[in-house]
């Protein structure tokens, strides 16, 4: 009797997984990223270009993870670099309060 009920739940998951293969719903395909400046070699991370380094930083401060900017590698160690140096010399701040308030 076992068997024959495992049997019955196996067909009724086939006709299941047929009904999803049945219907036309649109499946949501990744568009692939690549690293913008692989793609465009003419773009410089240098730390003085505070309006570049700015889209790759949190609103408090933090630098944004490989997976949300998009970035190979070794760009991101690069923006990682030249964000602490821009830091460094006072053109980024190191905290959310101060970008706040120089935006005002």
Known sequence: MAYERRSENQQSNEVR???????TRRR???RPRFCRFCA????????KNSDLLKKFIYE????????QTGTCAKHQRI?????????HLALLPF??????????
């Not at 070699?41 to 240098?46: E, F, G, H, T």
């Not at 923006?79 to 830091?87: D, G, L, M, S, V």
């Not at 905290?95 to 005002?104: D, F, H, L, V």
């Open 40 to 47: 465009d070699k003419s773009l410089l991370i240098d730390y």
């Open 95 to 104: 905290k959310g309060g101060a970008w706040q308030e120089t935006i005002r």
């Open 60 to 67: 408090s401060g933090k630098i944004r993870p490989r997976r």
């Open 17 to 23: 997984s047929g009904e999803r293969h049945e219907s």
């Open 28 to 30: 949501y395909i990744p």
């Open 79 to 87: 923006i990682a670099r030249e964000i602490k140096r821009a830091r």
